[in-house]
């Protein structure tokens, strides 16, 4: 089973404009990414795929694999399928291009998911980490799911999901983190397929998937990652590199 890494990297940012080349320890962000996604050793290879030529250089020129996208995309899965199309590969690795502490714990998890499944009844594999403070649970920037028995995803909300009618039920809430695997043959159908109402009402790509039948295995986590979304957030990182080293 051959297993790529892709990193979608775009260089226009809403809330961060050129946040991914952003200078961190010495480093731009999406260098740090890509080496930290190569330094866990889990795929046989890594790409960067952007829309920008300034991504591509600091990637390529550093001695990494860069793809540039062909055609403008709205979501990280289209980007990736376009870049994967022909490539020989089995299954695809979502890694975030603004998170470069890369743990390898929580990416070897959603691997090992399709290890386990000599069946190929999983389209896709995702994590998910316990929540229990209630701002995070109303926050709709915090994008919750919920599953069935088995693990597997019934539906993605920035509403709260389950609604506690009774709190005292038991249920508990869980927060997406945005790490998928996919099958190769399940993200070439994602891009082939039309953006739904669910998709297009929540703005979350993942209910596309669900929309046409794909399933989604969820796997709990305890590492939720630190992603660099504002200035405030690249501080921190510059802060937590300069403690480690």
């Known amino acids: ?25 010495g480093k731009t962000v999406i ?3 890509y080496e930290a996604a190569v330094a866990t050793h889990l795929f046989d290879d890594v790409f960067v795929v952007t829309d920008s030529e300034i991504i591509k250089d600091e990637i390529v ?11 403008e995309h ?7 399928a ?21 743990n390898a714990e929580p990416l070897a998890e959603v691997i090992e998911v399709f290890k386990n499944d000599p069946g190929r009844q999983i389209d896709l594999a995702s994590l998910m980490i316990e929540i229990t403070d209630w701002d995070d649970i ?26 506690p009618r009774d709190k005292d039920a038991g249920a508990k809430y869980f927060r997406h983190i945005g790490i998928y695997a996919f099958r190769k043959q399940a ?21 596309r998937y669900l929309e046409f039948g794909k399933r989604i295995r969820m ?13 405030e957030d690249l501080e921190k990182a510059r802060k937590l590199l300069k403690d480690k080293s």
């Open 219 to 231: 796997v709990e986590t305890a590492h939720a990652g630190i992603g660099i979304d504002t200035e």
């Open 187 to 207: 993200i070439l159908d994602f891009a082939a397929l039309p953006m739904k109402s669910l998709e297009a009402t929540e703005k979350l790509e993942q209910l």
């Open 1 to 25: 089973m051959k297993i790529i890494a892709v990193i979608p990297a775009r260089y226009a940012s809403t809330r961060f404009p050129a946040k991914l080349m952003q200078d961190l320890g």
């Open 74 to 80: 709205e979501s990280g899965s289209d980007r990736i």
């Open 82 to 102: 376009e870049a994967v199309a022909d490539i020989d590969c089995d299954i695809v690795i979502n890694v975030q291009g603004d998170e470069p502490f890369i």
């Open 31 to 33: 260098r740090r990414t």
């Open 138 to 163: 109303n926050n709709p920037n915090i994008v919750k799911v919920v599953t069935d028995q088995s693990g597997f995803a019934l539906y993605f909300s920035r509403s709260v999901i389950p609604f």
């Open 61 to 71: 020129s550093n001695g990494g694999k860069a793809i540039m996208s062909i055609k």
